[in-house]
């Protein structure tokens, strides 16, 4: 006896109008995943580029790109040095990478359900690596805590000395 392929079951009628707005409101949410993740490329581009390139100009008025961490520590991208922008660029890369994996996930989950798979495996895949991609995120929010300590460090001259405020 062979079995072929996927075997289909009759759902009930009220499970059959659920499954169909499943379907309906998965494909709304995944064309909004589509576009949160272009906006994540423009965002990390803008970004980048205000890193790489910000200086300072005085003409009248002051133009310049301040970061201001959790904690409170504002730092004038202008002033950085370039391990501090190195520092800096890497946490970013780290950080617009796991939100871009995250809405990802999230867009390859509602694709599933989009076609009406609920409860696969796959689906359940799809959960646990979006899951992750989320922890990730929560950690990489922790990254950005922790910089303003890491470009002190970073300029820090003495070995073992205390943290000291740019």
């Known amino acids: 006896m062979k079995k072929e392929g996927r075997q289909r079951f009759q759902m009930r009628p009220e499970n059959e109008a659920r499954l169909a707005r499943i379907k309906k409101i998965s494909w ?6 589509k576009a949160f993740l272009v906006l994540c490329v423009f965002g990390f581009l803008k970004s980048a580029r205000f890193l790489a390139t910000s200086r300072c100009q005085i003409s009248g008025v002051v133009h310049c790109i301040y970061i201001q961490s959790f904690n409170g520590v504002t730092y004038n991208v202008s002033d950085l040095t370039g391990r501090d922008r190195v520092v800096l660029s890497v946490i970013l890369t780290l ?14 989950l509602l694709d599933n359900y989009s076609r009406g798979e609920v409860f696969t495996t796959e689906s359940a895949g799809q959960i ?13 929010d922790l990254g950005w805590t922790l910089m303003p300590h890491m470009i002190v460090n970073a300029r820090n001259e003495q070995p073992g000395g205390g943290l000291r405020c740019p």
């Not at 709304?28 to 995943?33: A, D, E, G, H």
């Not at 950080?95 to 390859?108: D, T």
């Open 128 to 140: 646990r690596n979006w899951g992750i991609a989320c922890v990730l995120w929560g950690v990489l």
């Open 28 to 33: 709304i949410l995944r064309w909004l995943c």
């Open 95 to 108: 950080s617009w990478g796991v939100i871009f994996n995250c809405g990802y996930q999230l867009h390859r």
